[in-house]
């Protein structure tokens, strides 16, 4: 089905592509969208006291608003990350901002969180939540500040407390790209003072059972800053890691009309880099905080090297454009062959396996 569609897709600029298909998500009945079911006991991953029914999930900015999530529950995600959500609406940059390559199966965007801002967010997640019987699987929600914003533990506080309360896991989004200023988020000293905050807040709003919190970093990070950021993140005791989110980097092979589009670069082109890095944090912090590991994951392999590399649980979101609706459901078969290739009995034990088996080599 998707395979017929496509082409009409591709002719379409890239967003518009994007709006009929979270509007065909939103309005088509359940019952007639494709449904890709991936429940195997061995995929099925508990953390932070979540259950993940499987382990890929769907990254955010592929549903901003959270309008479509019923759909895309249907199709098989363990997970869905909603956002980047900020306190106001904000058009984000002028359009065209993303750009589709699909002989390298890359993407670049420069959105700048455009959103509805979060009292309509929560509207949307208010009608999805009462629906009954809610869609197994786990709500993420991704938070961000806003393009005017000069004190940035404002906005990222407000929505902790506003959103919180409704959210499997909270996602603190430090490392796009297009928000002037917001990767200097991940430097040492700005990034203890918005965590402090943001957990004093948590603390504060969300009494005895808070939602865990994450932080999404970037992949173009120094060995310091890794190093910087992972002692902050155990000291402060953050509950996860989202690696990585898209890259300022060109590799060279990309076609130079591509390459030469300003923002972040996702997709293919970036699976070895955020796998470099889930690696390196992995050994750095020693496996201590939970890695979800994201970057142009196309089909099972990408997704088990990341698991292997270190990443607890993986998301993707460009290759859904470039495969369709069945990768999900796709990655999550071919994750059952690798498993038992290994001789895994659990997809537990294969997170972070390439540590071990270089440990033995050194040996
Ligand atoms: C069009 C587009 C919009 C995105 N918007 C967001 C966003 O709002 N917040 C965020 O944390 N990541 C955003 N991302 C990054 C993705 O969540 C993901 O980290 C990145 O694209 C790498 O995964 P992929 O190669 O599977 O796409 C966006 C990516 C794309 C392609």
Redesign the pocket.
């Known amino acids: 089905m998707y395979q017929s569609l496509k082409p009409l897709l591709f002719c379409l600029p ?1 967003e518009t592509a ?1 709006r009929l298909t979270l509007a065909a998500l939103k309005y088509t009945p359940t019952a007639l969208l494709p449904h890709y079911a991936s429940n195997s006991p061995e995929l099925k991953v508990t953390l932070w006291g979540r259950v993940f029914p499987n382990p890929v999930g769907l ?4 549903d ?1 608003n959270a309008e479509s999530l019923n759909g895309l529950f249907h199709l098989g995600f363990g997970f869905i ?1 909603a ?2 959500v900020t306190v106001k609406p904000q058009s984000g940059n002028p359009r065209p901002r ?1 750009f589709r390559e699909p002989k390298f199966n890359a ?1 670049i ?1 420069r ?1 700048g ?1 455009p ?1 509805c801002g979060v009292a309509a967010f929560k509207d949307n997640l208010r009608k999805f939540l009462e629906k009954k019987p809610r869609p197994t699987g786990v709500l993420g929600l ?1 938070i ?1 500040m806003n393009k005017d914003q000069t004190e940035p533990a404002k906005d990222y506080t407000a929505l902790v407390r506003s959103l919180a309360p409704m959210a499997d896991y909270l ?1 603190i ?1 430090i ?2 790209p297009n928000t002037p200023g917001l990767r200097n988020l991940q430097e040492k000293g700005p990034l203890t003072e918005l965590l402090t905050a943001v957990l004093a807040e948590r603390k504060a709003s969300c009494g005895e059972f808070p939602p865990p919190l994450f932080v ?1 970093l970037a992949p173009d990070l120094t060995d310091a800053q890794i190093q910087d950021i992972a002692s902050v993140l155990l000291e402060l005791k953050i509950d996860g890691v ?1 690696l ?3 890259t300022l980097s060109r590799p060279e092979e990309l076609p130079t009309s591509f390459r030469e589009q300003k923002g ?1 670069l ?3 082109p ?2 070895d880099l ?1 796998t470099a890095v889930i690696r390196q944090f992995y050994a750095v912090t020693k496996g201590q905080i939970p890695i979800i590991g ?4 196309g089909n099972a392999m990408d997704a088990y090297a990341k698991i292997r590399a270190g990443a607890s649980l993986v ?7 470039f495969q369709g609706p069945s990768l999900p459901s796709m990655i999550n078969k071919g994750l059952l062959d690798l498993l038992a290739q290994d001789g895994f009995k659990h997809i537990s034990e294969a997170v972070g396996a390439d540590h071990r088996t270089n440990d033995r080599e050194a040996i």
């Open positions: 890239a994007h990254a955010a900015g592929f901003k990350e956002g980047t993303v993407v965007n959105m969180f959103n991704n961000g996602t989004n490392s796009s999404k989202i990585s989110n898209t972040g996702s997709g293919a970036l699976t955020s994201v970057g142009g994951i998301q993707l979101y460009s290759n859904l454009i």
